[in-house]
Nanobody
Framework: QVQLVESGGGSVQAGGSLRLSCAAS????????MGWFRQAPGKEREGVAA???????SYADSVKGRFTISKDNAKNTLYLQMNSLKPQDTAMYYC???????????????????WGQGTQVTVSS
């Protein structure tokens, strides 16, 4: 059974940084897809960043140049380095994973069957 556990959320002022982590367990090897999604109050969940089986990354336009996704295969851990945070980045952030995602669709939540419980990020102005 695949399990995902996020950590690293918190409260920061605008312009600050946070690093989120997502520890994965239950996979037999390191080749699987992972992504970060977020959901703000009253809004739909949206894809933020993703990394596929081959290490190719993708980002939402709203975070390009500010957020960096990375994966440590030895630790089975996904990271999201978030810099230059803005109040509009405030949301619950979720880690998602699956063995395969459709090419070009890594930021779509219906591509993933496994989800973490979420970690809250709050950015104040």
């Amino acid at each position: 059974q695949v399990q995902l556990v996020e950590s690293g959320g918190g409260s920061v002022q605008a312009g600050g940084s946070l690093r989120l982590s997502c520890a994965a367990s239950g996979y037999s090897d390191s080749r699987y897809c992972m992504g970060w999604f977020r959901q703000a109050p009253g809004k739909e969940r949206e894809g933020v960043a993703a990394i596929d089986r081959d290490g190719t990354t993708s980002y939402a336009d709203s975070v390009k140049g500010r957020f960096t996704i990375s994966k440590d295969n030895a630790k089975n851990t996904l990271y999201l380095q978030m810099n230059s945070l803005k109040p509009q980045d405030t949301a619950m952030y979720y880690c998602a994973s699956d063995l395969w995602v459709t090419s070009g669709s890594a930021l779509l939540q219906n591509e993933y069957n496994y989800w973490g419980q979420g970690t809250q990020v709050t950015v104040s102005s």
